[in-house]
Each structure stands twice: as structure tokens, then as C-alpha cells.
């Protein structure tokens, strides 16, 4: 004779779990986090500041009466966010945003250079909210709500 041993496990419990988190609206938790994330970056070109917080060196501009990066404000209007279930990217399509984001040299023959003046990015407080926002969401539907 041998020994057998068996154990029945009851599943219903994990299956719900799972099936509440696949139904998480990740569409609209990409909407909320792109909003979030263009409101902090007009915030920044409010207050002429990186993400971190430190200041843009005050450009020609700043010093004769306007804002750094603001002579018309296309560059600030331009940001926009593309939010999907499977994330969220925010950013401009002008072909000038990465010069003054990364900074480097421009015009002719590369002859001036751009001090990078970032825009676009994550700081910690950020980080946590939005990761508060996605934590928010799975205990939610775990709640079932």
C-alpha cells in the first residue's frame, strides 16, 4: 500500500482578486496621470523651473521683461500627453523642444548653444503621487468599487 495524500485548494478567493484587477479601467488611470503630469510641466513654465525645482537660466527674453521659453508661447502649448492602457508618454512634436530640454548647439553650423532648460520630466513628490494614484486604483478594485 502507499500513501496518498490530498489537498483541495479553493481558488475562488485569488480567481476574484484577478479578475477585479484586470478589470481596472487602466485607460482612464493613463488619462489621470497624463493630466497630472501637464499640469506639472505648465507649472513649470509658470514658475521657469525644472522638474526639481531648480531655476532656468534667465534667458534674453526673461531679461527684458518676459518669461524663459515663453516668447510666444508655442513651445509651452505644445505639450501634450498620449495616454493608453499600457501608459502614458507627454511631450511636444516641435522640433525645437529637445534642443532647450537637453540643450546642445543650434544654428548655423551649430555656432550657439543652448543651455538645456528642462521642461519634461518626473521629481520624487511626482513619482509618489502617481504611484499613489496606481496603488489607489488596485485597492480599489480589489474593494470592488
Known amino acids: 500500500m502507499g500513501l496518498k495524500i490530498e489537498y483541495d ?3 475562488a478567493q485569488p480567481t476574484r482578486a484577478l479578475n477585479a484587477l484586470s478589470d481596472i479601467d487602466k485607460q482612464q488611470l493613463a488619462e489621470d496621470i497624463g493630466e497630472l503630469l501637464l499640469e506639472e510641466t505648465l507649472f513649470n513654465f509658470e514658475k521657469e523651473q525644472s522638474p526639481t525645482g531648480e531655476k532656468w537660466t534667465q534667458s534674453q527674453r526673461a531679461a527684458d521683461g518676459g518669461k524663459t521659453l515663453q516668447d510666444f508661447g508655442h513651445l509651452r502649448d505644445s505639450i501634450v500627453y498620449l495616454a493608453s492602457s499600457d501608459g502614458v508618454e507627454i511631450g511636444s512634436a516641435l522640433v525645437y523642444a529637445a534642443i532647450h530640454q537637453f540643450g546642445g548647439n543650434a544654428g ?5 548653444e543652448i543651455e538645456a532648460r528642462p521642461f519634461l520630466g518626473l521629481n520624487d513628490s511626482l513619482e509618489t503621487e502617481i504611484g499613489e494614484m496606481v496603488t489607489d486604483a488596485y485597492e480599489q478594485a480589489l474593494k470592488g468599487n
Open 9 to 11: 485548494l479553493d481558488l
Open 108 to 112: 548655423r553650423n551649430n555656432s550657439v
